[in-house]
């Protein structure tokens, strides 16, 4: 016998499955038709709270790096909207560098040096433009609360004048010179690397120990023995030591 519709439970229109593949877009969708993140600015809280975006380069969809760097954002940015602080958040993409040069002629099975400047800028423009959109309906489909219709863009002309205007006045303070330096160089795109960019492999190398006699004792030191002060260093390249001329500690 069966006793189910036997027990007087109460009933509820709330769902007792998930069913998230279908219930998240539905949500999203309401936030943005119900204009959440505006509502959420209306809140006239003695604070305001603003978190800058580092921004993504536009090259390509999202990747998990992209999920828990905005969810953390978002976490925290509604968070501050809960406790009362007023919390405008304006995402951003980068739209120059490497990544999205190397990924545009990879796309293109182009040669740089055999393409013109003039229609590979605008082919990279359309390129970041077009991973701009893919990469905000993404963030939009992981719930996330932003100004999504004004985003900053690097490529925008109002940012890059910004930037100029800046690097002018880096150069009228002094700060800017032409030098030489070690860096690091990628000799396919041939172009310098960020250290970002750079990745290290473990490897095994012959190394030394050596201990130098002090010769002139820095003020740091003062009163020790010169006669029995020795630095010690190591490295893994000896065959460097007889160019030597200092040390820093």
């Known amino acids: 016998?069966?006793?189910?519709?036997?027990?007087?439970?109460?009933?509820?229109?709330?769902?007792?499955?998930?069913?998230?593949?279908?219930?998240?877009?539905?949500?999203?969708a309401y936030w943005q038709k119900a204009d959440i993140y505006h509502k959420m600015l209306s809140k006239?809280?003695?604070?305001?709270?603003?978190?800058?975006?580092?921004?993504?380069?536009?090259?390509?969809?999202?990747?998990?790096?992209?999920?828990?760097?905005?969810?953390?954002?978002?976490?925290?940015?509604?968070?501050?909207?809960?406790r009362n602080y007023m919390t405008p958040y304006v995402p951003g993409w980068d739209c120059h560098g490497?990544?999205?040069?190397?990924?545009?002629?990879?796309?293109?099975?182009?040669?740089?040096?055999?393409?013109?400047?003039?229609?590979?800028?605008?082919?990279?423009?359309?390129?970041?433009?077009?991973?701009?959109n893919v990469q905000k309906e993404e963030f939009k489909r992981l719930g996330v609360l932003a100004d999504w219709e004004n985003p900053y863009l690097t490529m925008a002309p109002e940012y890059e004048a910004a930037i100029i205007r800046?690097?002018?006045?880096?150069?009228?303070?002094?700060?800017?010179?032409?030098?030489?330096k070690p860096i690091y160089w990628c000799a396919r795109c041939e172009t310098a690397l960020a250290d970002a960019?750079?990745?290290?492999?473990?490897?095994?190398?012959p190394s030394i120990y050596v201990k130098f006699k002090v010769s002139q004792m820095p003020p740091a030191l003062a009163g020790?023995?010169?006669?029995?002060?020795?630095?010690?260093?190591?490295?893994?390249?000896?065959w460097t030591l007889p160019a030597n001329v200092a040390m820093a500690f």
């Open 224 to 238: 020790t023995k010169i006669e029995n002060t020795f630095v010690l260093i190591w490295t893994t390249t000896p």
């Open 44 to 82: 006239k809280g003695p604070n305001k709270f603003v978190l800058h975006d580092g921004p993504p380069y536009a090259n390509g969809a999202i990747h998990i790096g992209h999920a828990l760097n905005k969810i953390l954002k978002d976490v925290i940015v509604k968070y501050k909207s809960l």
């Open 98 to 132: 490497l990544p999205i040069e190397y990924q545009l002629f990879k796309d293109l099975g182009a040669d740089k040096r055999k393409m013109d400047r003039v229609v590979f800028r605008k082919k990279a423009r359309e390129f970041a433009m077009k991973y701009v």
């Open 1 to 28: 016998m069966d006793y189910s519709k036997t027990v007087n439970l109460p009933k509820t229109s709330f769902p007792m499955k998930a069913n998230l593949p279908v219930r998240e877009p539905e949500t999203a």
């Open 197 to 205: 960019e750079v990745e290290y492999s473990d490897s095994i190398s």
């Open 166 to 180: 800046v690097f002018r006045e880096l150069v009228e303070a002094g700060y800017v010179f032409r030098a030489k």
